[in-house]
T-cell receptor, first 116, second 111 residues
């Protein structure tokens, strides 16, 4: 079974440019999450989709970040325009939509974004 | 903000048990304790979780104190591949909710 995949694995862009990150969750996982770690900081939650709907976007830093999940399958995270402080590793995770104590989130390998 | 505190680092010898402590003194009655780890250059990986009873799976054991204010993750026979950052996370019962990561503890397994 394929795990969570993210593309690209690395991206280097200049300040002011636009970058789009993609996440393909595990098939059948309705929950999709975006997290990021900026240099020297902890992993921080960005937002949570349930199918195509944004369930919680409380962690989105500002309106330069736009996340979509059309059709409830893969998701994209666009940063426009990118700033230096956006550099970091962006993780995507997915899980089954279920109620119970164990709802393991499966993480992708991350996209390392460098803004110069 | 994370609701857990962990020492910044520890090490252990390969083949020995690694006991990773975590304090969560403000945990609520409906919150679970989860452990994830992040091996270098990979995404976080689920290890185990528990509410109040001790739990064991193929990866580790989780010991939660009776007052639930602290817990210990035990890797019974640490290997070099267990070198990673381990995160203790308190999470509400709504299992679809986000994970709140703290700084974690860096475990170094030495040969």
């Amino acid at each position: 079974e394929a795990g969570v995949t993210q593309f690209p694995s690395h991206s280097v862009i200049e300040k002011g440019q636009t970058v789009t990150l993609r996440c393909d969750p595990i098939s059948g996982h309705d929950n999709l999450y975006w997290y990021r770690r900026v240099m020297g900081k902890e992993i921080k939650f960005l937002l949570h989709f349930v199918k195509e709907s944004k369930q919680d976007e409380s962690g989105m830093p500002n309106n330069r970040f736009l996340a979509e999940r059309t059709g409830g399958t893969y998701s994209t995270l666009k940063v426009q325009p990118a700033e230096l402080e956006d550099s970091g590793v962006y993780f995507c995770a997915s899980s089954l939509l279920q109620w119970g104590s164990r709802n393991e989130q499966f993480f992708g390998p991350g996209t390392r974004l460098t803004v110069l | 903000d994370a609701k857990t505190t962990q020492p910044p680092s520890m090490d252990c010898a390969e083949g020995r048990a690694a006991n990773l402590p975590c304090n969560h003194s403000t945990i609520s009655g409906n919150e679970y304790v989860y452990w994830y780890r992040q091996i270098h250059s990979q995404g976080p990986q689920y290890i185990i979780h528990g509410l109040k009873n001790n739990e064991t799976n193929e990866m580790a054991s989780l010991i939660i104190t009776e007052d639930r204010k602290s817990s210990t993750l035990i890797l019974p026979h640490a290997t070099l591949r267990d070198t990673a950052v381990y995160y203790c996370i308190v999470r509400a019962t709504g299992a679809n909710s986000k994970l709140t990561f703290g700084k974690g503890i860096t475990l170094s397994v030495r040969p």
